[in-house]
């Protein structure tokens, strides 16, 4: 049972614009959600979180913003650079579970010149 | 660079092998989670621990265990090895909410 789900496998955006990476989960005991970027041959790198009493974090060129209604929450990088080309993963806590973590299969992002 | 090491990078073994892969947490983290990577799949949670204690279980096998040592750095022992054990295994240590992880070990079972 996938309880993080991030749709589209991958992503191609023109360097400058806009790009939106989006999640879905399914379980409303999730209280923390985490956005991670991967590059090959290295471990994730937590680039920003939210915790589920807000609905908005921006952290420079990194805005995530959350729909708790529809289990919802996105990701976006603006303005997309091509550094920015990395798999990016959706991550979730669950409240009382500890601190581990249930991931998304992730989401390849290409950003072209 | 996350503060967290993992070695080896790469080991490459046989079925039916056992094989332990060693993590070191950043300084001052007492919490260390071990995930693994299967092809094409996102990161699952196998087992965390906090102190020398364990703290939470994920779907880890029963032919894979952990522990905690002392000075905090992690060990994950894997044993009678299938070609299905082969994935990224990821260590990630926190001090709390965020988990900083390492690059990782990549295990090959052939």
């Known amino acids: 049972d996938q309880q993080v789900k991030q749709n589209s496998p991958s992503l191609s955006v023109q360097e400058g614009r806009i790009s939106i990476l989006n999640c879905d989960y399914t379980n409303s005991m999730f209280d923390y959600f985490l956005w991670y970027k991967k590059y090959p041959a290295e471990g994730p790198?937590?680039?920003i979180s939210i915790s589920s009493i807000k609905d908005k974090n921006e952290d420079g060129r990194f805005t995530?913003?959350?729909n708790k209604s529809?289990?919802?929450?996105?990701?976006?990088?603006?303005?997309s650079q091509p550094g920015d080309s990395a798999v990016y993963f959706c991550?979730?806590?669950?409240?009382?579970?500890?601190?581990?973590?249930?991931?998304g299969t992730g989401t390849q992002l290409k950003v072209e010149l | 660079d996350s503060g967290v090491t993992q070695t080896p990078k790469h080991l490459i073994t046989a079925t039916g092998q056992r094989v332990t892969l060693r993590c070191s947490p950043r300084s001052g983290d007492l919490s260390v989670y071990w995930y693994q990577q299967s092809l094409d799949q996102g990161l699952q949670f196998l087992i965390q621990?906090?102190?020398?204690?364990?703290?939470?279980?994920?779907?880890?096998?029963?032919?894979?265990?952990?522990?905690?040592?002392?000075?905090?750095?992690?060990?994950?022992?894997?044993?009678?090895?299938?070609?299905?054990?082969?994935?990224?295994?990821?260590?990630?240590?926190?001090?709390?909410?965020?988990?900083?992880?390492?690059?990782?070990?990549?295990?090959?079972?052939?």
């Open chain 1, 64 to 66: 995530v913003f959350l």
């Open chain 1, 70 to 79: 529809a289990k919802h929450l996105s990701l976006h990088i603006v303005p």
């Open chain 1, 45 to 47: 790198t937590f680039l």
């Open chain 1, 91 to 103: 991550a979730a806590r669950l409240t009382g579970g500890g601190n581990k973590l249930t991931f």
């Open chain 2, 49 to 110: 621990y906090y102190n020398g204690e364990e703290r939470a279980k994920g779907n880890i096998l029963e032919r894979f265990s952990a522990q905690q040592f002392p000075d905090l750095h992690s060990e994950l022992n894997l044993s009678s090895l299938e070609l299905g054990d082969s994935a990224l295994y990821f260590c990630a240590s926190s001090p709390g909410g965020v988990q900083f992880f390492g690059p990782g070990t990549r295990l090959t079972v052939l």
